[in-house]
Nanobody, 121 residues
Framework: QVQLVESGGGLVQAGGSLRLSCAAS????????MGWFRQAPGKERVFVAAISWSGGRTNYVDSVKGRFTISRDNAKNTVYLQMNSLKPEDTAAYYCNAVLDLSGGNYVYAWGQGTQVTVSS
């Protein structure tokens, strides 16, 4: 079973930046598109961004377009989320997962522990 380990979260002021990482164990990482999701307190987990297995195609939810960038390094079994111009509404626990399509509608593995991002105003 693939394990997903997210890291890089923290407390940042509005307008700041963070870079999240997600390390995946197992050989199947390269076979799948990968996605980032987030869950704010009291809310459901929602899709944020996805990247194809090759890295050639990406998709973002409208609220993060132009501010967030997803990337991956298949040699390191790692996917990244560069977050710039952060806003208080970006505050959430962030999770990654393999996905079956770039809309993030179907995830593959059990969720990791996530990494908390808190943006202060």
């Amino acid at each position: 079973q693939v394990q997903l380990v997210e890291s890089g979260g923290g407390l940042v002021q509005a307008g700041g930046s963070l870079r999240l990482s997600c390390a995946a164990s197992g050989r199947t990482f390269r076979q799948y598109a990968m996605g980032w999701f987030r869950q704010a307190p009291g809310k459901e987990r929602v899709f944020v961004a996805a990247i194809s297995w090759s890295g050639g195609r990406t998709n973002y939810v409208d609220s993060v377009k132009g501010r967030f960038t997803i990337s991956r390094d298949n040699a390191k079994n790692t996917v990244y989320l560069q977050m710039n111009s952060l806003k208080p509404e970006d505050t959430a626990a962030y999770y990654c997962n393999a996905v079956l399509d770039l809309s993030g509608g179907n995830y593959v593995y059990a969720w990791g522990q996530g990494t908390q991002v808190t943006v202060s105003s």
